[in-house]
Nanobody, 120 residues
């Protein structure tokens, strides 16, 4: 059974930091690209950060470049999102995503999300 379980969300003041974690199980984690998305109330879900399966390449939304860092530990089947210098506009539900194209079949898994609220 595939599971992606996010943790680490919460309430933080502007300028603060949080580290999100996403623990994966039920699939071969090291074969999947991992990403973080977020969705704010009334807005579409957007890509925040992504990392290739081996961790050799990353991609970030312009709005978080220089503030957020995605990383992964394939030995622990976990992906992280370090968020620094948080702003109120970073408030959203953050989702972990795993995707891969294996033997011409596309796989795409989502976690349940974790709330991040940036407010004074």
């Amino acid at each position: 059974q595939v599971q992606l379980v996010e943790s680490g969300g919460g309430l933080v003041q502007p300028g603060g930091s949080l580290r999100l974690s996403c623990a994966a199980s039920g699939f071969t984690f090291s074969s999947y690209a991992m990403s973080w998305y977020r969705q704010a109330p009334g807005k579409e879900r957007e890509l925040v950060a992504a990392m290739t399966s081996a961790g050799g390449s990353t991609n970030y939304a312009d709005s978080v470049k220089g503030r957020f860092t995605i990383s992964r530990d394939n030995a622990k089947n976990t992906v992280y999102l370090q968020m620094n210098s948080l702003k109120p506009e970073d408030t959203a539900v953050y989702y972990c995503n795993a995707d891969a194209l294996l033997l011409f079949t596309s796989y795409d898994y989502w976690g349940q999300g974790t709330q991040v609220t940036v407010s004074s």
